[in-house]
């Protein structure tokens, strides 16, 4: 069973920037679409970014221009570069296969306030 752990979260001002990270266990990683998630207070979970096995992305129309999914597949990591936050942005990150097949991991709390 493969395992996520999401990191990098925290409190930034509006115009921040954080660099979120999703540690996989498991060989089979490099062979996922993978997928950064969030779920705001009162919200669905709703897909922000994806990135396919070979590297294709994929971004919500909300965060086009602005965040940035890569991968490493050497690292069993994906990450989440994200600039020019918003106070809408404020969500728990999760990150998943796209479409989410694994066990949700604990995620990490991003907060925008000034």
């Known amino acids: 069973q493969v395992q996520l752990v999401e990191s990098g979260g925290g409190l930034v001002q509006p115009g921040g920037s954080l660099r979120l990270s999703c540690a996989a266990s498991?060989?089979?990683?490099?062979?996922?679409?993978m997928g950064w998630y969030r779920q705001a207070p009162e919200k669905q979970r709703e897909l922000v970014a994806g990135?396919?096995?070979?590297?294709?992305?994929k971004y919500a129309e909300a965060v086009k221009g602005r965040f940035t999914i890569s991968r490493d597949n050497a690292k069993n990591t994906v990450y989440l570069h994200m600039n020019t936050l918003k106070p809408e942005d404020t969500a728990v990150y999760y990150c998943?296969?796209?479409?989410?097949?694994?066990?949700w991991g604990q995620g990490t709390q991003v907060t925008v306030s000034s």
């Open positions: 498991g060989s089979i990683f490099r062979l996922y679409d």
């Open positions: 990135i396919s096995s070979v590297g294709n992305t």
């Open positions: 998943n296969r796209d479409p989410p097949r694994l066990s």
